[in-house]
């Protein structure tokens, strides 16, 4: 049986106090799987059919002079190991005003 699962990818101020989403539907997950510094900026996101998540970062639209962050947008990969456990790698990068991502629904 597929499960279908929403993962969350937060970047929030320190001092935000922001309520745990709920979810309604038995056949969906909720779970953090990334904040800073993992993820910066999060614009776009799209799955694969391996459960991957390729994430858009965008680190070059209407920064501050003083962003400590990468100087070009980036697509971080999430991805989980056999023991369910999220970890991050950047899959591309170099990129300028990135905004979102798509896969083929084929899959191709």
Same mark, same amino acid.
């Given at each position: 049986?597929?499960?279908?699962?929403? *993962?969350?990818?937060?970047?929030?101020?320190? #001092?935000? $106090?922001?309520?745990?989403? !709920? =979810?309604?539907?038995?056949?969906?997950?909720?779970?953090?799987?990334?904040?800073?510094?993992?993820?910066?900026?999060?614009?776009?996101?799209? *799955?694969?059919?391996?459960?991957?998540?390729? #994430?858009? $970062?965008?680190?070059?639209? !209407? =920064?501050?002079?003083?962003?400590?962050?990468?100087?070009?947008?980036?697509?971080?990969?999430?991805?989980?190991?056999?023991?369910?456990?999220?970890?991050?790698?950047?899959?591309?990068?170099?990129?300028?005003?990135?905004?979102?991502?798509?896969?083929?629904?084929?899959?191709?």
């Amino acid at each position: 049986m597929h499960r279908s699962f929403i *993962a969350i990818l937060l970047t929030l101020p320190a #001092v935000a $106090e922001v309520p745990v989403p !709920q =979810v309604l539907d038995a056949n969906l997950k909720i779970e953090l799987i990334a904040a800073e510094p993992d993820i910066n900026t999060p614009v776009g996101i799209a *799955a694969d059919a391996k459960g991957r998540l390729f #994430v858009v $970062e965008n680190n070059t639209h !209407q =920064v501050k002079p003083d962003y400590k962050g990468p100087k070009s947008d980036r697509i971080r990969l999430f991805q989980q190991d056999g023991a369910g456990k999220w970890s991050a790698t950047t899959f591309a990068e170099g990129f300028r005003n990135a905004m979102c991502l798509e896969f083929d629904p084929d899959g191709v």
